[in-house]
């Protein structure tokens, strides 16, 4: 059984006041998100998720074990470069957040599920 989705592309457009990229389908619930992050303007990345394709999406919150309060699935802030790997709780359909517009270029994430 495969445990991975191909990988896909989430792209945020230059000056996209939004901030966010048009919505991906990986196909199937995964437990987690794995994002290569490009090099960006200076920015915080966050996933957000909604339950059926077309829905509203929000931001992907989970409860710290440690301290008890709901905290974002986010990055630091920084010039990208690096990947991550977010908990991803069974969703299917997200869009990549950034925390600041790109106004440099349009930017273009790799992403991939996996259980």
Known sequence: MRNFSNWETAVIAKDDAGKLSAAVDLGRPYRSLAVIVP???SASVTVHVTDVIGGTYQALYYISTND???DAAITTAGVGGITVVFPFFGF???K???GATQTTA???FKVRGFD
């Open 96 to 98: 990549i957040a950034v």
């Open 39 to 41: 090099t960006i303007d």
């Open 68 to 70: 008890g309060d709901d």
């Open 106 to 108: 349009a930017r273009t």
């Open 92 to 94: 299917q359909y997200f």
